[in-house]
C-alpha cells in the first residue's frame, strides 16, 4: 500500500507534541504541505507552517479561523489539540472547565465549520477528530474531560452525516495510554507500570500507532467510511 499526500494540504491543530507532531511529520514525509499550531510557536517554510493559537480563548481561535480563510483549499482536518485537568468534580475550578470544553470541543465545531466550506469548494475532504477511550469508559477525575470526548464521538457522527452529500468522510480516532510526555508527566513510572498490567497487550501504545491508522482514513484508500470512532488502546476498553 502506497499512500502519498503530495499536492494535499493538511491541517493538524496541537500539532508540536505527542499525536499532533507525530501526524505532522508524518503528512510532511508523505509530501503534503502541512499546516500546524501552537501556542507559542509561528513560522512559515516552504512546505509547511505553524500558526500561533491558543485555543482557550475564544478570540484567538476566532482570529485562527480569520486566517484559514486564505487558503484556497485544505484536503484534510484534523482536530488533535486537547487538554485535561485531572481533578475530583468537587475540586475542579470554573476556568479548567471552560478552557476544556473550549479547546476539546469548542474550537472543533467552529474550525470544521469553516474547513468544511473550504472542503465543500472541492467537494471532497477528510475529517478527523481525536477522541479518548474516555469518550467510551470513564475514570475518576476526569469528568469533563471525559464529557468532551464523548461529545467529539456524537459530533463526529452528525458531522458525517452534515457533510456526506459533499463527499467529505468524518471519522474519530480514540486512543487508549499512548507514550508520550503528557502520559510520563501525569502517570509517572508507577502510573505506567499500573496501567500496562491493566491493558491486555501489556504496553502503552506509540504516537505512531494512532499515526498509521490515521493515515489510511485520510488517504485515497478509504472512499467509504464515516461517521466512526476507531479506538486504539490494547484491547483496553474490551475487558
Known amino acids: 500500500m502506497n499512500i502519498n499526500f503530495k499536492g494535499k494540504v493538511v491541517l493538524i491543530t496541537g500539532s508540536t507534541k505527542g499525536i499532533g507532531k507525530k501526524l505532522f511529520t508524518k503528512f510532511k514525509s508523505l509530501g503534503a504541505y502541512v499546516i500546524g499550531t501552537s501556542k507559542t510557536i509561528q513560522l512559515k517554510k516552504k512546505n509547511y507552517e505553524i500558526i500561533k493559537a491558543d485555543f482557550t480563548s475564544s ?6 479561523i480569520k486566517v484559514l480563510g486564505k487558503f484556497k483549499k485544505i484536503d484534510v482536518l484534523i482536530n488533535n489539540a486537547g487538554i485535561n485537568k485531572i481533578s475530583h468534580i468537587n475540586n475542579i475550578n470554573d476556568q479548567d472547565v471552560n478552557n476544556i470544553i473550549n ?11 469553516e474547513v468544511s ?40 457522527k452528525t458531522l458525517a452525516l452534515d457533510l456526506a452529500s459533499s463527499n467529505i468522510l468524518v471519522n474519530s480516532v480514540s486512543p487508549g495510554v ?19 498490567k491493566e491493558i491486555p497487550l501489556k504496553k502503552l501504545g506509540k504516537t505512531e500507532d494512532v499515526a498509521n491508522l490515521i493515515l489510511f482514513l485520510t488517504s485515497e484508500y478509504n472512499s467509504y467510511i464515516t461517521g466512526q470512532n476507531y479506538i486504539i488502546d490494547g484491547g483496553y476498553v474490551v475487558k
Open 117 to 156: 466550506r473550504i472542503m465543500m469548494r472541492k467537494n471532497k475532504g477528510k475529517i478527523i477528530n481525536i477522541s479518548s477511550i474516555f469518550g467510551k469508559v470513564s475514570k475518576e477525575k476526569r469528568s469533563v474531560y471525559a464529557s468532551t470526548k464523548h461529545a467529539i464521538n456524537g459530533l463526529t
Open 178 to 196: 499512548i507514550q508520550t510526555q503528557l502520559t510520563k508527566k501525569v502517570l509517572g513510572r508507577s502510573g505506567i507500570n499500573k496501567m500496562k
Open 103 to 113: 479547546v476539546n470541543l469548542i474550537a472543533p465545531i467552529l474550525i470544521t465549520k
Open 59 to 64: 478570540s484567538s481561535t476566532k482570529n485562527f
